[in-house]
């Protein structure tokens, strides 16, 4: 078993789950605060969209990606905002819509694309040198924002009027929240696949809701059990020959219920009723 992490492309993919892990659980304690998780899951399918297209084009996907995410959680904000729609209502409509297109991007292929099926399940065994490159540097992207924008993030997660109304420039930051959710996604693509990639984002910050009320643990919490169950979960899926995406997502969500057990909260408090 350990001649698995003399290989390279083992050493590639354990280090692109521990960047997803760490990138999604820690975006992910936003998402959870803010109670955006309907947002993941939409951007996760336009950014797909984005990604049969660049395939079907013969363009690189991950760009088209990232512009099929933001363009879609920018125009949910847009709706919400103007007060048009719900940010549910919105974001349900476009990810049932460019579900659609991807599905008719992939009826226009001529032949059958494998590499397509491991951006919608998972396929981090596939990770490319150049692939782990672009995630390295989306991710120094996306730290660098959060590191920039920290307290205000956490500001508008908890109450964007009062953040408006001290001072804080909320519309931009909230743009700027979903931005990085749609960033945060097209890094997780290749690693967890557009169906399941939400759940990396929401289920480490939601285990570690339940072990602390403090947000400094919350979020230290999360960002290791994220990283953990990504790089144990590439780890199982390589010596059972499982797909990667499942299994990191499944033992995120095993440990997930392992904390309803032990939590010192003893789900007093539900999950979005309080804050930590």
Same mark, same amino acid.
């Given at each position: 078993?350990?001649?698995?992490?003399?290989?390279?492309?083992?050493?590639?993919?354990?280090?692109?789950?521990?960047?997803?892990?760490?990138?999604?659980?820690?975006?992910?304690?936003?998402?959870?605060?803010?109670?955006?998780?309907?947002?993941?899951?939409?951007?996760?399918?336009?950014? %797909?969209?984005?990604? #049969? @297209?660049?395939? &079907?084009?013969?363009?690189?996907? *991950?760009?088209?990606?990232? $512009?099929?995410? +933001?363009?879609?959680?920018?125009?949910?904000?847009?709706?919400?905002?103007?007060?048009?729609?719900?940010?549910?209502?919105?974001?349900?409509?476009?990810?049932?819509?460019?579900?659609?297109?991807?599905?008719?991007?992939?009826?226009?292929?001529?032949?059958?694309?494998?590499?397509?099926?491991?951006?919608?399940?998972?396929?981090?065994?596939?990770?490319?040198?150049?692939?782990?490159?672009?995630?390295?540097?989306?991710?120094?992207?996306?730290?660098?924002?959060?590191?920039?924008?920290?307290?205000?993030?956490?500001?508008?997660?908890?109450?964007?009027?009062?953040?408006?109304?001290?001072?804080?420039?909320?519309?931009?930051?909230? %743009?700027?929240?979903? #931005? @990085?959710?749609? &960033?945060?996604?097209?890094?997780? *693509?290749?690693?967890?696949? $557009?169906?399941? +990639?939400?759940?990396?984002?929401?289920?480490?910050?939601?285990?570690?809701?339940?072990?602390?009320?403090?947000?400094?643990?919350?979020?230290?919490?999360?960002?290791?059990?994220?990283?953990?169950?990504?790089?144990?979960?590439?780890?199982?899926?390589?010596?059972?020959?499982?797909?990667?995406?499942?299994?990191?997502?499944?033992?995120?969500?095993?440990?997930?219920?392992?904390?309803?057990?032990?939590?010192?909260?003893?789900?007093?408090?539900?999950?979005?009723?309080?804050?930590?």
């Amino acid at each position: 078993m350990l001649e698995l992490f003399t290989y390279d492309f083992m050493q590639r993919s354990l280090l692109a789950a521990a960047i997803v892990g760490a990138l999604c659980s820690l975006i992910g304690v936003f998402v959870v605060l803010r109670g955006l998780a309907f947002v993941g899951a939409g951007t996760s399918h336009a950014a %797909f969209a984005g990604v #049969t @297209l660049g395939y &079907l084009v013969g363009w690189p996907p *991950l760009p088209l990606a990232i $512009a099929f995410g +933001v363009a879609t959680v920018w125009i949910t904000g847009w709706l919400e905002e103007q007060g048009r729609m719900k940010l549910d209502v919105s974001i349900g409509i476009l990810y049932t819509a460019t579900m659609a297109l991807a599905i008719m991007f992939i009826g226009f292929m001529r032949t059958y694309n494998p590499e397509v099926y491991g951006y919608l399940f998972g396929s981090v065994l596939s990770v490319t040198g150049e692939e782990l490159f672009l995630i390295g540097g989306l991710a120094v992207l996306e730290l660098s924002l959060l590191a920039l924008f920290w307290k205000e993030l956490l500001f508008i997660a908890f109450d964007q009027e009062m953040a408006e109304a001290s001072g804080i420039p909320a519309r931009s930051i909230f %743009f700027l929240l979903l #931005t @990085l959710i749609a &960033l945060t996604v097209v890094v997780a *693509l290749k690693t967890v696949g $557009a169906i399941l +990639v939400f759940a990396m984002v929401l289920i480490p910050a939601s285990t570690a809701y339940q072990l602390t009320h403090s947000l400094t643990t919350l979020t230290l919490y999360s960002v290791l059990i994220g990283t953990a169950t990504a790089v144990t979960g590439v780890i199982v899926s390589t010596v059972w020959d499982i797909p990667s995406g499942p299994s990191i997502v499944l033992l995120a969500i095993a440990v997930f219920f392992f904390s309803l057990l032990i939590s010192p909260k003893r789900m007093k408090h539900p999950l979005g009723s309080s804050r930590p």
